[in-house]
């Protein structure tokens, strides 16, 4: 039985990952008074006078949306909002696994931007956070800006905010081991959606270098035609030299490749033209470059997105700290200098005399992470003036 049948054999006999386990043992005539009829009129009374005590009084303080139209759902595509609870559910698990965070699945059937963010934001006094997951860009960025504009709860699109921070973090750990140099790098990130608009957005604002993006049609550069208005943000602050060309010609040179695009677009005769290269070969299951042809074309550092190769880069090392640290302070919003932070802490957790190029990252297994994580991004906002607790 392979992992996909073994999978779908799983899901049959558990008939859903996550189950709502009550807090309260309702076995008394007093239990059912307190915790109900007529006790619980006295919290509502309290709520309706002072809007924060929503987050004291009920789960909210420690209970995350994960919302998904089920347009980009893992390398499925727009397989609908049915076809993507799976996936929610499994992301609701890992949250309360990791960071004992509890988290709902929230499926909604529409395409539509206005229908989507006014669905969120009506629902958003049921929790403390949004975990925006496997939205299509360029609707996903519209949908987060706006979100974060009228939500008073933070809000964090996974799919590109988690995966930059955790590329952030094995880049880190990687240049160490490459001895190359914060400022310097050369970074090729192949696809423009949003994980890779994401990664490259900061992977600037962390000071890493000059990045290039490309996409299907090659190197994107400021003053193209025909980009979105993601690409058309990240094209005025990367390919600081205004090059042209496919994606071979953007990696002669370079220092590292962050692929989050298609299997194979990589050969290991394009990794022999970069300079000592990292290569994060990141799509799934099938990665841009497999390792060995990578490690063959001479790379330095390899990581996929992939569990049985060495530097497995996998969000789950991010959303579980991220939210429980924002949840803690009560925080308003997930800023910049948290991701930054959070980036640092993940790299933090191998120890520089234990890095090698096959241990640039901590395990997806590691439930140490999201208490280090969570206590970055918890100080920053506490720093930052956006914590309410």
Do not use: W
Not at 68 to 88: E, F, R
Not at 236 to 244: P, R
Not at 262 to 267: A, C, D, E, I, S
Not at 359 to 366: E, M, R, V, Y
Request: glycine share 10%.
């Amino acid at each position: 039985m392979d992992i996909n049948e073994a999978s779908l054999k799983m899901h049959y006999e558990l008939g859903g990952k996550i189950e709502v386990v009550s807090r309260k043992k309702i076995e008394t005539r007093e239990d059912l008074s307190l915790a109900y009829t007529p006790g619980v009129a006295e919290p509502c009374r309290v709520i309706a006078k002072d809007y924060e005590q929503s987050f004291k009084l009920t789960r909210r303080g420690n209970l995350v949306a994960v919302i998904t139209d089920g347009t980009a759902v893992l390398g499925l595509g727009d397989i609908g909002p049915a076809a993507g609870m799976p996936v929610m559910e499994g992301k609701c698990a890992l949250f309360k696994e990791f960071a004992d965070v509890d988290a709902f699945p929230i499926c909604i059937d529409s395409k539509d931007t206005d229908t989507i963010v006014q669905t969120i934001y009506l629902i958003s006094k049921s929790f403390g956070g949004i975990n925006l997951e496997d939205i299509a860009a360029p609707r996903c960025f519209e949908i987060e800006r706006r979100l974060k504009e009228i939500c008073d709860i933070p809000v964090f699109h996974d799919d590109q905010h988690g995966t930059a921070i955790v590329v952030a973090a094995a880049l880190i750990n990687a240049m160490k081991v490459t001895k190359k140099e914060m400022g310097k790098m050369r970074i090729v990130i192949n696809g423009a959606g949003a994980a890779g608009i994401a990664i490259g957005k900061h992977l600037i604002n962390m000071g890493f270098g000059n990045v290039i993006m490309c996409d299907i049609n090659g190197i994107i550069c400021e003053g193209d035609e025909g980009l979105n208005a993601g690409q058309e943000e990240i094209s005025h602050v990367s390919n600081l030299n205004h090059e042209h060309g496919k994606l071979a010609d953007a990696l002669k040179g370079a220092d590292a490749f962050i692929g989050v695009s298609r299997p194979g677009l990589v050969t290991k005769e394009m990794v022999s033209t970069m300079n000592n290269g990292i290569v994060f070969a990141m799509a799934n299951p099938t990665p841009e470059i497999m390792p060995d042809e990578a490690l063959a074309g001479g790379a330095a550092v390899v990581g996929t997105g992939r569990s049985d190769f060495p530097n497995q880069i996998n969000n789950v090392l991010v959303f579980p700290g991220v939210f429980k640290g924002a949840l803690s302070v009560r925080a308003k919003e997930i800023t910049e200098l948290m991701k930054e932070r959070a980036s640092y802490a993940i790299a933090s957790l191998i120890p520089d005399d234990q890095l090698t190029a096959e241990n640039i990252i901590a395990s997806p297994l590691d439930k140490t992470v999201a208490d280090v994580v969570a206590k970055a991004v918890a100080d920053t906002a506490v720093e930052q003036g956006i914590a309410r607790v």
